[in-house]
């Protein structure tokens, strides 16, 4: 099972819950019965810009950035944007419960080895995530 370690810089209301119930929703899913670690960052745009450019040479804030890990027992890191989780829900109309329980999904995907660089692997992707979104009652409007 996938256990979840969240650090909220960003002073919004505790995920913890929930993203507990999405990460072991994910752990069956995907069949990840080996315990394994998962960081979670909540922090702000100007952060989550500093490290797409120091990791991916990009200089503008994003929503989530993954990094899996090689060690023992870990599974990887994610970073979420809250400002930008916010300003997403609001564009695409749902929950923020709704956009942070997305962007958690797609970075634990990424960590597992998903990608959506082509329509297949999207497809897969994207499918995993409504899937286990659906599961923990965080629908799309």
Known sequence: MIKVNIINEYNSEDYKKIFKKIVFRASIE????????LNVLITD????????????????????????SD??????????S????????????????????FLLVHGT???LG??????????IMFSIQEKILNKVNLRRV
């Not at 870990?74 to 979420?80: A, F, H, P």
């Not at 809250?82 to 329980?101: C, I, M, T, V, W």
Request: glycine residues 6%.
């Open 30 to 37: 995907l069949k990840v019965f080996k315990r394994r670690i």
């Open 45 to 68: 745009n100007d952060t989550i810009k500093s490290y797409n450019l120091k990791f991916r040479n990009v200089d503008k804030e994003t929503d989530v950035l993954s990094f899996p």
């Open 71 to 80: 060690e023992k027992g870990e599974l990887g890191d994610i970073i979420i």
């Open 82 to 101: 809250f400002p930008k989780a916010l300003e997403q829900a609001h564009d695409y109309g749902h929950s923020l419960d709704r956009e942070l329980g």
């Open 109 to 111: 995907l990424h960590c």
């Open 114 to 123: 998903y990608d959506h660089m082509n329509k297949d692997e999207e497809e």
